[in-house]
Nanobody, 122 residues
Framework: QAQLVESGGGLVQAGGSLRLSCAASGGTFSRYTLGWFRQAPGKEREFVACVSWSGGIISYADALKGRFTISRDNAKSTVYLQMNSLKPEDTAVYYC???????????????WGQGTQVTVSS
């Protein structure tokens, strides 16, 4: 059964860093674009970053450029989100998702992980 599993979330103080991981199992997502999205309480789901497995093309939300970095390992089985200089407004549930096409729009993503909570304290 193909699935995406996020890990690495937790509680961190403002200014700190976290690295999220998303492992794709089953081999189904080897040629998929993988993206990170987040949703804070009372807010809409928003795009964070995405990377194409096949082409290595990367996109970031404009407001997050310079603080967040998306990457994948050589095995092409795991995608990461390095988050630096975290702010309280970064607090959200972070989701990994897979799309057959390269897109920054969450509507294009058909497969989703369960999410991992990131809480940034002030």
């Amino acid at each position: 059964q193909a699935q995406l599993v996020e890990s690495g979330g937790g509680l961190v103080q403002a200014g700190g860093s976290l690295r999220l991981s998303c492992a794709a199992s089953g081999g189904t997502f080897s040629r998929y674009t993988l993206g990170w999205f987040r949703q804070a309480p009372g807010k809409e789901r928003e795009f964070v970053a995405c990377v194409s497995w096949s082409g290595g093309i990367i996109s970031y939300a404009d407001a997050l450029k310079g603080r967040f970095t998306i990457s994948r390992d050589n095995a092409k089985s795991t995608v990461y989100l390095q988050m630096n200089s975290l702010k309280p407004e970064d607090t959200a549930v972070y989701y990994c998702a897979a799309s057959k096409t390269y897109s920054t729009n969450w509507y294009a993503y058909d497969y989703w992980g369960q999410g991992t909570q990131v809480t940034v304290s002030s």
